[in-house]
C-alpha cells in the first residue's frame, strides 16, 4: 500500500517550517538585504508553487529557496521537508529519490550538498565538560564484532 504522504502534508505549515529553519533571522533580499516587507509579491513557480518576491530596493528576486542547496531545484516544500527527514534518517537515495519522484541524480546531488555543509558546520573544538553522557553518545558505536580466535 502506497501512502501518499506528500500529498497529505499541509503546505502552509511546510512553509512556515521552511521559513524559519532556513532564514533563522528572517527572509531578506538576498542581493541587497532588504527586508521581506520591502518586497512584493511577483509570480509564483511553476513546479515549485513558491512565491517569488521582487525587492522593492533593488528589484531583484528571490524565493524561499534562494541561498540554500534548494535554489533552482523544483522541489516542493512538502518535498523539501521529507528529503531532508529522510536523510537525516538514514534513508538510502535511491529509495528516497523514488518515493518523492525525483530523480535520483537530484537527490544524489542534493544529498551531497547537504552532507558538505554538515561536515563544514561541524564543530571542531573539543567539548567544554571532560565528562560524556552515555546518551549524548553515538546510539550505534561499539558493535560488538565476532569473537577473535
Ligand atoms: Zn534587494
Redesign the pocket.
Known amino acids: 500500500m502506497d501512502f501518499p504522504i506528500v500529498e497529505l502534508m499541509d503546505r502552509e505549515a511546510c512553509v512556515a517550517w521552511l521559513m524559519v529553519h532556513f532564514h533563522p533571522n528572517g527572509m531578506k ?1 538576498p ?4 527586508s521581506l516587507e ?2 512584493i509579491l511577483f509570480r509564483r513557480t511553476k513546479r515549485s508553487d513558491l512565491d517569488v518576491r521582487r ?1 522593492k ?4 528576486i528571490y524565493n524561499l529557496y534562494s541561498g540554500t542547496e534548494f535554489e533552482g531545484r523544483q522541489f516542493t516544500p512538502e518535498q523539501t521537508i521529507l528529503f531532508i527527514r529522510e536523510m537525516v534518517q538514514g534513508k538510502p537515495t535511491a529509495k528516497l529519490s523514488s518515493e518523492l519522484n525525483i530523480s535520483r541524480t537530484t537527490g544524489l546531488t542534493v544529498r551531497h550538498l547537504l552532507q558538505k555543509n554538515a561536515k563544514t558546520e561541524q564543530a571542531t573544538e573539543p567539548l567544554s565538560d571532560l565528562e560524556v553522557e552515555t546518551d549524548e553518545m553515538l546510539q550505534n558505536a561499539g558493535e560488538k564484532r565476532r569473537k577473535t580466535r
Open positions: 533580499c542581493h541587497c538585504q532588504a520591502q518586497s525587492c530596493a533593488c528589484r531583484g
